[in-house]
């Protein structure tokens, strides 16, 4: 039967070939005789006949491409959408399974067409081994060629629009079989021969058409949704659809493309975006957390989305926080505790806002951050308070927030015995000094916080009148951990342990001696406590003046190469008050002491200004200061002198004003008079004259020059060479947790090293500085 | 005339008194007996410790009591740890070159 070598044609064998080819293509079974008949034949054919292989080919395309048309006419026999989608995927997947048996006979063939050496098998178990056989198959590709050229793109668009359509019904919420959708995409996944890029005709025509007919729901659906319902609705919607979408997507869509989620954002959101903003600061104003959240989930989206936001919050916080401060400014500026309250509950309120709304994202915590800055910073209530008070000299310096002052005296209240640290557990007092340590973070003068703060620090200690020595300690110790400079803190500590030495000293004193049991001292080192002061003379009575020998004796002998001062504009104590009413315990300092006392001779007289300033030696202001304690003390009904004439301010007693002992004197509980009772009329120690106060005022800007110098040469030491820039940004740094230097001090700082030859410009560059050593 | 009430017993006299001290808290500073607030030596005022000692217990230097002051013959005066190591090198007051020797000690 074998026909002679050379003599064997194609012509020949393909009628028997060609009827197992249709077999397969047509889906019939094949016997395992004819599978192997035609493995055999494609190997005759390639191997015997020239030209076999390019007509095995050909021969084979066109009945491929026959089988196509007929598979296509029985496609569009169908008129209705689902019909003909469910009729395409039932061919496709037919075809599609016959890709990949049908080329596997043909192996031979493509070896023979590629010019390779049609010899054993190993060459081919190489070259399948290479490459998946599917993936390079000429007779794959050419099926999957031929079903593209003929039916796909014939049909296509109406494959296309078939499918969308059902998405488009399912987005109208009408029930369908997705498969059908799936399906179509599938085909378009798998008709791809392109190994390159295998996506592409899925990506250029199914992903681009759901995308397009996405985009047309959207666009007409949103602004209906937005114009039916209002912005509110609209959000709902938009961010339902985006999940909804999102969740669509994973199904009919190739995963690791979000072009359709991006398009989405893009109709739903960027579209709208200037009406989803305007939203925004009405709905931060009105704390609406959960709609905001609903926002920043939207428009997080969008590049453009957030920073608007950032922006409202930012504007919104420190305008409700300096509108609430400057609606309280007469409480606030008065009452520190209620400032710091005020300022505490904005924060929360704000810090919750972020939380609830923004879950602490990052960026809206540093557009708090920033809101916090500029409402602790402001100035605004504070100029309102100079406005009213005028007298206060006017100082040449920028007018600065008094935050760090009232956080100060906040903390004082805290530490003292007052009657808010009475009322406080020491959990909350420990709540409430890290709330102050919170606040302090955003106070760019904390200088001025320092200063207040050492000074109620020195008149707690002298009054013993700290509530928890412990707590006391404890908040040194968290100054320096949120910052504030250790030779500061430093100085504090030091103040602690100082105090501890004169109270040793003191014990050691009372022993010495028992007649004296009056007395009290502290004997301070000068260096921690009151470094520049200056001393009030004055004379004291002779109760005093007795025990200052005494002293002086025993502490000459404790100690040598010391000398000592007394500061008596700081001592004090408790004298006992006698009058036909009653008797009462008195808390004075030892100026007030100094005035009474005076009266102790002639306890019915009415002495002369001017025969006080006698008797007590002391400088005019402060006598005034001290008469004015006595004949004005806020808290008191009755004051304990009585003068004439009157007058509205201590300037205006003159040398002849008179002044007698109230001896109608008494305290007042429940509106009635009583006989005994103790009264508190030191005030807020003196810790200076009002000379060295002004002076205060002012050191406190001499210091700043002093380090922002300090600062300069430090950093030019390390550079020796820098920009002014970079040396602006250095500085800041170096300072910000004292205060922030104003660029004008800089300028002047700079300029005057620069004369002063600590430095020099550089000649090239007139903005970089050069040390000089 | 007044003359029953006056010679009265002296101490119901004094307890008469409109006001009676009952405590007093005195308060004094004391500060080295010195002529210069400054340190020669480590340009640190004196009644701050030295520079050494602030730096070798950063946190609680101030509690120490040891950094005390002295004073020479020429009645120059400097921390105590800064001119002992001052005089290993140099026993002279690094002030006035006169040779040093200690007058007085603080404490
Ligand atoms: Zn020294
Ligand atoms: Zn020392
Ligand atoms: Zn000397």
């Known amino acids: ?773 | 005339m007044s003359e029953e009430p006056e010679p009265m017993d002296t101490d119901n006299q004094k307890s008469e008194k409109m006001f009676t001290l009952k405590k007093w808290n005195a308060v004094a500073m004391w500060s080295w007996d010195v002529e210069c607030d400054t340190c020669a030596i480590c340009r640190v005022q004196v009644m701050d410790a030295c520079l050494r000692c602030q730096a070798e217990s950063k946190k609680d230097y101030y509690g120490k009591q040891d950094c005390v002051v002295v004073w020479g013959e020429c009645n120059h005066s400097f921390h105590y740890c800064c001119m002992s190591l001052w005089v290993k090198q140099n026993n002279r007051c690094p002030l006035c070159q006169q040779e040093w020797s200690i007058q007085r000690m603080g404490k």
């Open chain 1, 1 to 773: 039967m074998l026909k002679e070598r050379g003599q064997l044609k194609f012509e020949d064998k393909w009628p028997a070939m060609r009827l197992i080819v249709l077999k397969l293509l047509r889906q019939e079974s094949v016997s395992p005789a004819e599978w192997q008949d035609l493995f055999y034949d494609v190997h005759l054919v390639c191997l015997w006949d020239e030209k076999g292989p390019s007509k095995l080919k050909e021969h084979l395309q066109e009945d491929i491409v026959q089988f196509i048309k007929q598979a296509q006419a029985r496609v569009l026999s169908h008129r209705e959408e689902q019909a003909l989608l469910k009729a395409y995927i039932a061919e496709w997947r037919k075809f599609f399974t016959q890709c990949n048996y049908l080329p596997t006979p043909f192996r031979q063939l493509e070896s023979s067409l590629q010019g390779k050496p049609a010899t054993g098998t190993a060459n081919l178990q190489t070259s399948n081994n290479k490459k998946g056989q599917s993936e390079e198959s000429i007779v794959r590709k050419l099926m999957l060629d031929s079903w593209n050229e003929s039916i796909f793109n014939d049909i296509k668009h109406r494959l296309q629009e078939s499918a969308m359509k059902l998405v488009h019904a399912e987005r109208n919420g009408e029930a369908f079989d997705s498969q059908l959708v799936i399906g179509v995409r599938e085909s378009y996944v798998n008709l791809c021969s392109s190994i390159d890029d295998k996506m592409q005709i899925y990506r250029e025509n199914f992903e681009a058409a759901y995308i397009q007919s996405t985009e047309m729901f959207y666009k007409l659906k949103g602004p209906e949704q937005l114009a039916a319902n209002g912005v509110q609705a609209y959000m709902r919607y938009a961010d339902n659809k985006l999940r909804e979408e999102e969740a669509r997507a994973q199904k009919y869509l190739e995963a690791g493309s979000n072009a359709v989620i991006q398009c989405c954002v893009k109709v739903l959101v960027g579209n709208t975006l200037p009406i989803l903003l305007a939203e925004c600061a009405p709905l931060i104003k009105a704390g609406e957390t959960d709609r905001l959240q609903l926002m920043f989930r939207l428009l997080e989206r969008v590049p453009e989305g957030v920073q608007p936001m950032l922006t409202e919050l930012e504007s919104h916080i420190t305008q409700a926080g300096l509108a609430d401060m400057v609606a309280a400014a007469d409480i606030i500026t008065q009452d520190s505790e209620k400032y710091v309250e005020r300022l505490l509950e904005l924060f929360r309120k704000f810090s919750m806002l972020v939380h609830d709304a923004f879950n602490d994202d990052p960026r809206f915590l540093t557009a708090r951050d920033k809101a916090f800055k500029a409402v602790v910073n402001d100035t605004t209530v504070f100029k309102l308070e100079l406005n009213t008070n005028k007298s206060i000299g006017a100082k040449s310096v920028a007018p600065e927030s008094k935050c760090p002052e009232l956080l100060a005296n906040y903390c004082d209240m805290l530490l003292r015995r007052t009657p808010l640290s009475k009322r406080l557990t020491s959990e909350e007092i420990e709540l409430r000094l890290r709330d102050v340590l919170l606040v302090l973070k955003y106070v760019s003068n904390k200088d001025v916080f320092m200063r207040y703060h050492k000074a109620h620090l020195t008149r707690r200690l002298i009054l013993d009148a700290s509530a928890d020595s412990e707590k006391e300690e404890d908040m040194v110790e968290w100054l320096r951990e949120v910052g504030m400079p250790a030779d500061y803190v430093n100085k504090l500590a030091r103040m602690f342990q100082d105090i501890k030495v004169s109270e040793d000293l003191n014990s050691q004193f009372r022993v010495s001696t028992t007649r004296h049991d009056a007395i009290n001292i502290k004997i301070l080192n000068a260096g921690a406590w009151a470094r520049g002061s200056e001393r009030v003379s004055v004379s004291l009575p002779v109760e005093l003046e007795d025990y200052i020998p005494e002293v002086e004796e025993f502490y000459k002998k404790k100690h040598s190469g010391r000398k000592l001062q007394w500061y008596h504009h700081m001592s004090n104590g408790t004298i006992t008050f006698a009058n036909e009413v009653g008797r009462f315990d008195l808390d004075v300092t030892t100026f007030q002491m100094a005035v009474l006392f005076a009266w102790n001779q002639r306890p019915n007289e009415k002495v002369s200004y001017e025969n006080l300033r006698l008797a007590t030696e002391l400088p005019d202001s402060e006598l005034r200061r001290t008469l004015w304690s006595l004949v004005a003390f806020p808290k008191l009904k009755r004051q304990l002198l009585v003068y004439s004439p009157s007058v509205t301010i201590p300037k205006d007693f003159t040398e002849h004003t008179l002044f007698w002992i109230n001896q109608e004197f008494c305290l007042i509980k429940n509106s009635r008079p009583q006989k005994r009772g103790k009264i508190n009329l030191i005030g807020r120690l003196q810790l200076s004259t009002e000379r060295s106060q002004l002076e205060d005022n002012h050191s406190i800007v001499q210091l700043r020059i002093l380090r922002t110098q300090e600062a300069i040469i430090k950093i030019l030491k390390m550079r020796k060479r820098i920009t002014n820039a970079a040396l602006q940004v250095e500085l800041v740094d170096i300072l910000k947790n004292m205060f922030l230097p104003s660029k004008k001090m800089i300028k002047e700082q700079l300029e005057w090293l620069i004369e002063h030859k600590y430095m020099k410009r550089d000649d090239d560059d007139i903005n970089t500085f050069i040390y000089m050593a």
